[in-house]
């Protein structure tokens, strides 16, 4: 099976950088999805990493360590609208086009002025 | 918006009843998710399809089913419902296959609430 941990609650302020971690356990790993969701929208893609390093994408980042079972989500010059859940999913591809994504439970972050 | 199309935003009906919810994903993804997201277990991937033919199954109870047509727009129909079936449900699409692009675009969701 997968384990995708990631914090529940963060807070932050307005102009800072925060960074948000996800480890995950899984086997048939393909890449990892970092996508926003404000509540009751739909989930909207931020970024994918699928080797090892950073990938950089205006005021967002992220970083994977396929060996460590890590990513994070790097937010620099924080705006009132980040206020919003971030979700660490994990790509798990079986053969055969197979591969839902397998989501943690989401990061709520709240930014304070 | 993503591209991806969902109907009804809205339902509301009783236990024991039977919906069906429709998806139509983004012009040219052959790939189509079906996911769940309720409050205390988060966003739930339940099937996926890609060009009318299942490719993956995730937590989808017995009483879910789905199908992709040959126009690519899906149906996930949910029968004998409970109150803990009350959940957003959310379509995603992705160009699916050898293409490379693996990112989903999801639609708005609809809001089942099972009374």
């Known amino acids: 099976g997968q384990n995708i941990d990631q914090p529940t609650e963060m807070t932050a302020t307005e102009g800072a950088i925060v960074q948000i971690n996800c480890t995950y356990q899984t086997s048939g790993f393909n890449g990892l999805f970092w996508y926003q969701q404000h509540a009751g929208e739909a989930p909207t893609f931020l970024s994918y990493n699928v080797l090892d390093g950073l990938e950089e994408k205006g005021r967002f980042s992220s970083f994977l360590s396929r060996s460590k079972g890590y990513s994070y989500l790097l937010l620099k010059e924080l705006q009132m609208k980040d206020s919003a859940s971030y979700l660490c999913?994990?790509?798990?591809?079986?053969?055969?086009?197979?591969?839902?994504?397998?989501f943690g439970k989401g990061t709520h972050l709240i930014i304070q002025p | 918006d993503s591209g991806v199309t969902q109907t009804p935003k809205h339902l509301i009906t009783a236990t024991g009843q039977r919906v069906t919810l429709r998806c139509s994903p983004r012009s040219g993804d052959l790939s189509v998710y079906w996911y769940q997201q309720s409050l205390d277990q988060g966003l739930q991937f339940l099937i996926q399809?890609?060009?009318?033919?299942?490719?993956a199954k995730g937590n989808i109870l017995e009483r879910f089913s789905a199908q992709q047509f040959p126009d690519l727009h899906s149906e996930l129909n949910l029968s004998s419902l409970e109150l803990g079936d009350s959940a957003l449900y959310f379509c995603a699409s992705s160009r699916g296959g050898a293409s490379g692009d693996y990112e989903q675009y999801f639609g708005p969701g609809t809001r089942l609430t099972v009374t």
């Open positions: 399809y890609y060009n009318g033919e299942e490719r």
């Open positions: 999913a994990v790509r798990v591809y079986s053969g055969g086009g197979a591969d839902g994504l397998t």
